[in-house]
């Protein structure tokens, strides 16, 4: 099937009340677990690639998101191709030559008068190329430049503020601030449902959540019904490819061939994936 835009699978989602999931890719094993997986789950998913996963390639955006396109298309399933968190310019700017649909644009580091002016002009340009594009407000913790707790004074997304900045930038999308981390490897991150509500209601255009992979399942499902739309997993799906490679190589410490604990690396993402489709987009 061929790529279907981001734009569209948010705006479904939506519209049906329910979440679409984006997993990171990292790999060629990743697309094709991330997409197994939602084949089995009938769900629609969006594969994100994001800058450090470019600069673990070289640097080159291209081999990987054509290796991760080529793998949705041979998919039956709507598949849309992301980039995430990019803070250089350089690289958002061969996002559409690359074949995604969408961005995320990552200025959430700067001061909020600096954010705000970088973040208008990279969604003046990203509208310009056709692309959808998301940005951060708030710090989500677990980035090194974020406050050390997702739970710290003033980290979290203020509604009034967040309205502000969505109208001054005319983002697509927008990633909120709510008690989630990033690499989390413990699902125990307890979420402000009360705050999401009140963004859902001041800020006219999706919510996305990072950090996911450290919320538990009844909790992305109350962030869903809050008014979450995106949510963004990583984390999770390295926990069971590591996890399931080394039970592998611990059963079979002759092992020398890649492709036995490889592929099952890949089988326990794609179940992780498939599980967790169900409770997004239920």
Not at 144 to 150: C, Q, T, V, W
Not at 225 to 242: E, P, Q
Not at 263 to 273: C, F, K, N, P
Request: with cysteine; charged share 20%; hydrophobic share 50%.
């Amino acid at each position: 099937m061929p790529l279907v835009p981001t734009r569209e699978l948010v705006s479904a989602a939506a519209a049906a009340g329910r979440a679409v999931a984006a997993f990171n890719v990292i790999t060629l094993e990743h697309a094709e677990a991330i997409t197994s997986g939602a084949a089995a789950a009938g769900a629609p998913v969006i594969l994100q690639i994001s800058e450090n996963a470019v600069r673990f390639h070289g640097g080159r955006v291209e081999p990987i998101a054509r290796a991760a396109a080529e793998v949705a298309k041979a998919g039956d399933v709507d598949v849309a191709l992301h980039l995430d968190h990019v803070t250089d310019m350089g690289l958002l700017c061969t996002a559409a030559d690359a074949g995604f649909s969408s961005a995320m644009f990552d200025a959430g580091a700067q001061p909020y008068a600096e954010n705000l002016a970088a973040t208008r002009a990279a969604a003046q340009w990203a509208h310009g190329a056709g692309l959808w594009l998301e940005a951060e407000l708030g710090y989500v913790g677990g980035k090194p430049d974020a406050p050390a707790s997702a739970h710290a004074a003033g980290v979290r997304t203020d509604p009034e503020e967040a309205a502000r900045y969505v109208a001054d930038t005319g983002v697509d999308a927008l990633a909120v601030a709510v008690g989630s981390s990033h690499a989390m490897t413990e699902r125990s991150a307890s979420l402000d449902h009360a705050l999401i509500g009140r963004l859902r209601e001041a800020v006219p255009v999706p919510l996305v959540l990072h950090g996911s992979s450290g919320v538990g399942d009844d909790e992305l499902r109350r962030a869903v019904r809050a008014g979450i739309v995106k949510i963004n997993v990583g984390t999770a799906l390295n926990i069971a490819f590591t996890g399931a490679v080394r039970e592998t190589l611990a059963a079979r410490p002759d092992l020398t061939d890649p492709r036995p604990y490889v592929a099952r690396g890949r089988e326990a993402m794609a179940e992780t994936v498939r599980v967790l489709l169900g409770v997004v987009g239920g």
